[in-house]
């Protein structure tokens, strides 16, 4: 069984461009949570979604972020207009239904300049 | 709001000696999880033991075990016989039974000495 898979592991922008990042969670996982860490920082919880519902996104910034889990496909995390700010390694996990345990993805490190 | 907090930014052990991290946090609920998740320089996230507060036995995987106190809200992460392998960023991290999302500490930097 696969683990919980990101792309692209490295992604740089520049101010004002946008960044999607991806995640798939392992096979049978219909849970996923993005976390943001900051450099020298422990993991911010930002959003977490079901299948084409997100659940609580109390932890995304109000503007310029969005996510998505559709039906088929990846989750998309988006980050609109990107700042020097956002520079951050961006982390997914999954988990199945009715469990407490997520199982976390190498993470995505997006650089903008 | 919950909040987890882990007092020693960086902590250091010969190899084959015995290290303890500890972590701290509050919350209202009774019923709620706790975790220690390692991070090495890869930065891939990997759960190394987790704890139901519902439990009073420690838990315990391998050389890793845990102190949980809960009256003291207390969670300290003990590593038995180190090897260098066990060197990485350890976060502490709590979640609620009902609800969905971690929380995690700042992280100890754990090396470990030849």
């Known amino acids: 069984n696969a683990g919980v898979m990101q792309n692209p592991r490295h992604l740089v922008r520049r101010r004002g461009q946008e960044a999607r990042l991806r995640c798939s969670p392992m096979?049978?996982?219909?849970?996923v949570y993005w976390y943001r860490q900051l450099p020298e920082e422990g993991l911010k919880f930002m959003v977490y979604?079901?299948?084409?519902?997100?659940?609580?996104e109390s932890g995304m910034p109000k503007e310029r972020f969005s996510a998505e889990f559709p039906k088929e496909g990846p989750s998309i995390l988006r980050i609109q207009q990107v700042v020097r700010g956002d520079s951050a390694a961006y982390f997914c996990?999954?988990?199945?239904?009715?469990?407490?345990?997520?199982?976390f993805g190498p993470g995505t490190r997006l650089t903008v300049t | 709001a919950q909040t987890v907090t882990q007092s020693q930014p960086e902590m250091s052990v010969q190899e084959a000696e015995t290290v303890t991290l500890s972590c701290t946090y509050d919350?209202?609920?009774?019923?709620?999880?706790l975790f220690w998740y390692k991070q090495p320089p890869s930065r891939q996230m990997i759960l190394v033991i987790r704890?139901?507060?519902?439990?009073?036995q420690n838990a315990t995987e391998n050389r890793f075990s845990v102190n949980f106190q809960k009256a003291a809200k207390s969670f300290s992460l003990k590593i038995s016989d180190s090897q260098l392998g066990d060197a990485a960023m350890y976060f502490c991290?709590?979640?609620?039974?009902?609800?969905?999302?971690?929380?995690f500490g700042e992280g100890t930097q754990l090396t470990v000495n030849p």
């Open positions: 996990a999954s988990s199945p239904l009715k469990s407490y345990e997520q199982y």
């Open positions: 096979k049978g996982h219909s849970h």
């Open positions: 979604l079901q299948k084409e519902n997100i659940i609580d």
């Open positions: 919350t209202s609920e009774s019923d709620y999880y």
């Open positions: 704890q139901e507060a519902y439990k009073q």
């Open positions: 991290a709590y979640r609620e039974t009902s609800g969905s999302r971690l929380t």
